[in-house]
């Protein structure tokens, strides 16, 4: 019932940026705001990991391999969540996914269908 759907991929050369954005239809009511979301990844043969996670006091975390060139961000009144992706390199392709997370980092809904970033020359 909850809907994520992940925008802003695609394919760019190494050092290049992208800003990846997320909706959830449930969102657009205003009592719907999850505390803490994240942005992971899953690249070819690979585990899905956590890249990047906010809580609603901006407080951010990020795995050391995108640390500096990631920052996650979100609007609270649009119900919006960002990721700018800046310095790209071809490790960072992979699929893109976002979602609320529990206090331990799990995901909390269904998997949306992801948005593809691909970095190569």
């Known amino acids: 019932q909850v809907q994520l759907v992940e925008s802003g991929g695609g394919l760019v050369q190494p050092g290049e940026s992208l800003r990846l954005s997320c909706v959830a239809a449930r969102m657009i009511t205003s009592v719907f705001n999850p505390n803490r979301w994240g942005w992971f990844r899953q690249a070819p043969g690979k585990e899905r990991e956590l890249v990047a996670s906010?809580?609603?006091?901006?407080?951010?975390n990020y795995a050391d391999s995108v640390k500096g060139r990631f920052t996650i961000s979100r609007d609270n009144a649009r119900k919006r969540v960002f990721l700018q992706m800046i310095n790209l390199k071809p490790e960072d392709t992979a699929v893109y996914y976002c979602n609320a997370l529990t206090t331990d980092n799990q995901p909390k809904y269904s998997w949306g269908q992801g948005t593809q970033v691909t970095v190569s020359s």
């Open positions: 906010m809580n609603i006091d901006s407080n951010r």
